[in-house]
């Protein structure tokens, strides 16, 4: 049954990995190229004035040299970048299928739900409590640490991320037994803990330089909501993959046992 979970698993990763892969070819990486430009706009402008006369005479050749090597790049880049988000899928959908067979039945609410839920909580342990910390980093920016620590950082930021996870599901199954929308609220609590913490002790890691403020939030928005769209995807090819294999949930198996005379 384990390998069953893992085939729909990296089945799932594949179609959520297809369509990552074509939002950082049509929007991630004209976006990144963009604010690389900006970023280095000042250095090239200071260099344009002086080498001015001699690109006036190569600029024929340099403009068609430059449109050729332009398309071979944007179709190279393309490549690498559907082929990534396809393996990134496949990894991701790999791992959530495990997880899903030995966690299924600790997970609240019943079917597809249970993969949301799961999903929710690889978002919120792999992405969203890292980042509160260490947000996506912009082209032109600054880091505060070397890569080793931030690594570091990155890791047990990822652990504090899963225990708020757990904090949070196991919340919600104890108070829900009474009243489900008391449920959610006691599910948000170690959520919005996490946050309003790290807003206020978390160090200044990133240094964002001269990029515009507003592209800079625009780029961290796209970012976490891709990845959100990620999650979402693999947990809903999952479960439709699960309910097509005519799968039912721990919670429903457990239901008909304690029916059964």
């Known amino acids: 049954m384990l390998v069953d979970y893992l085939e729909r698993g990296v089945l799932a990763g594949s179609i959520a990995g297809i369509a990552y892969g074509a ?14 430009g900006l970023a280095d706009g000042g250095e090239a402008e200071g260099h344009a004035h002086g080498a001015g006369e001699h690109a006036h005479a190569a600029g024929g050749h340099a403009h068609e040299a430059g449109e050729h090597a332009h398309a071979v790049s944007e179709a190279t880049t393309a490549a690498v970048s ?11 959908g790999g791992i959530f299928a495990l997880a899903f067979y030995f966690l299924e039945p600790a997970l609240p609410g019943r ?14 342990t792999a992405s969203v409590a890292p980042w509160l910390v260490l947000p996506p980093t912009t082209p032109g920016a600054e880091q505060a640490f070397d890569p080793t620590l931030r690594i570091a950082m990155y890791a047990g930021m990822m652990a504090v991320g899963a225990v708020v996870a757990a904090l949070s599901i196991d ?24 946050v309003a913490v790290t807003t206020v002790a978390a160090p200044a890691i990133v240094d964002s330089g001269a990029m515009p403020a507003d592209l800079v939030a625009a780029f961290r928005g796209l970012t976490v909501l891709s990845q959100a769209a990620l999650w979402a995807l693999v947990a809903g090819s999952f479960g439709w993959l699960q309910t097509r294999a005519g799968v039912r949930s721990a919670t429903d198996r457990r239901d008909d046992l304690l029916a059964s005379p």
């Open 23 to 36: 939002y950082m070819t049509f929007v991630a990486n004209p976006l990144i190229g963009h604010m690389e």
């Open 82 to 92: 559907i082929g990534s988000g396809v393996l990134w899928g496949i990894l991701l």
């Open 111 to 124: 079917g597809r739900a249970k993969t949301y839920v799961l999903a929710g909580a690889g978002f919120l």
């Open 171 to 194: 919340g919600y199954k104890r108070v829900s037994k009474r009243s489900r929308p008391l449920g959610g609220i006691t599910a948000a609590v170690p959520i919005v803990a996490l």
